[in-house]
């Protein structure tokens, strides 16, 4: 988390992920990132995809911007926000270590 702290907002944004089968709306700030059920409506991401395009973003398979190109999923947020996203999703992301 302290990895991600710099590029966190100050204000708290939310982003709600929305699959076939559910949907999590999630608080974002420097105060860190928690699961919450209701957000501020001027400041809700939201990012709609298939289970399966939902997955490939977490796990850092394909990045955001690739899934947007390839129409895998869909963002409604100013460009700024899906900046954001796309670099918090990036630092986040699972690192494997080759020795």
Request: aromatic share 6%.
């Given at each position: ?13 939310y982003?709600?992920l929305?699959?076939?089968s ?14 919450v059920?209701?957000g ?12 399966q395009?939902?997955m ?15 129409n ?9 926000h899906?900046?954001?996203?796309e ?10 270590v080759?020795?």
């Amino acid at each position: 988390m302290h990895m991600l702290a710099p590029i966190l907002p100050n204000e708290p944004i939310y982003i709600q992920l929305q699959w076939d089968s559910g949907q999590v709306l999630l608080c974002v700030s420097k105060e860190g990132i928690q699961r919450v059920e209701k957000g501020d409506g001027e400041r809700v991401i939201t990012i709609r995809g298939s289970t399966q395009a939902m997955m490939s973003l977490l796990q850092g398979s394909l990045k955001l911007q690739q899934q947007l190109r390839l129409n895998e999923l869909s963002v409604t947020a100013s460009f700024h926000h899906i900046l954001l996203l796309e670099s918090i999703f990036f630092l986040a992301k699972p690192y494997d270590v080759v020795h």
